[in-house]
């Protein structure tokens, strides 16, 4: 839920030239996601809030990757056109955003994707692992019954955008794979080509 929530608040602040929609949308896409997880807690994991919880949630990874992309072609976008009227500073914090929303949304769908998703995993019954967690391969240095938590997959998620590589979670399958090297390229963009304009700009 804070994920959610933080997802919203990092698209609704950014400059109105480079948002992509009213700031109300985000905040209507927000409630439609986060109504189901308030319908998980409050009825104890029933399996049909649990379902809508999944679907809703994979939705909103999708909508929230692809608003990722969008929003960063549109900083470039207007860091090129608009030589001179953009800000170094407005340049940095959208390209901070965009950079913590695509750690944000991965991180989001990892936690849902891998093992089956959460309820799988809580259950005792996962699918195949898209991930192999340190944990799982020195067993005798974590708790008994150790299974991942969604800060595992935060920290999955900032590490690729940091390092642009694995570190100590190796993908295991060619889905984990691909959406590594996608948020790994967003980004690199990211870095690489708006917060070194905007950090040019200020030192100008």
């Given at each position: 839920m804070l994920t959610v929530l933080g997802v919203v608040l990092?698209?609704?602040?950014?400059?109105d030239r480079v948002r992509l929609m009213a700031s109300w949308g985000p905040m209507a896409v927000g409630a439609i996601v986060l109504t189901p997880m308030l319908g998980v807690w409050g009825s104890r994991g029933q399996h049909r809030w649990l379902q809508l919880e999944r679907v809703l949630t994979l939705a909103f990874c999708v909508v929230g990757g692809v608003s990722v992309v969008l929003n960063l072609s549109e900083v470039i976008r207007t860091m090129l056109g608009g030589a001179g009227q953009t800000s170094g500073l407005k340049l940095l914090s959208s390209g901070c955003a965009v950079w913590a929303n695509n750690v944000l949304v991965f991180a989001l769908l990892h936690w849902q994707l891998d093992a089956g998703g959460p309820e799988a995993r809580a259950d005792g019954?996962?699918?195949f692992c898209d991930w192999q967690f340190p944990q799982v391969v020195a067993p005798e240095f974590v708790r008994p019954g150790w299974r991942p938590v969604f800060m595992d997959y935060?920290?999955?998620g900032f590490t690729t955008a940091t390092a642009f590589s694995p570190t100590d979670v190796?993908?295991?399958?060619?889905?984990?794979?691909?959406?590594?090297?996608l948020e790994s390229i967003i980004s690199l963009v990211t870095i690489a080509v708006v917060a070194s304009r905007a950090i040019n700009v200020l030192g100008q």
């Open positions: 990092l698209v609704t602040v950014l400059p019954k996962p699918d935060l920290a999955l190796l993908p295991l399958t060619a889905r984990a794979k691909g959406l590594m090297m």
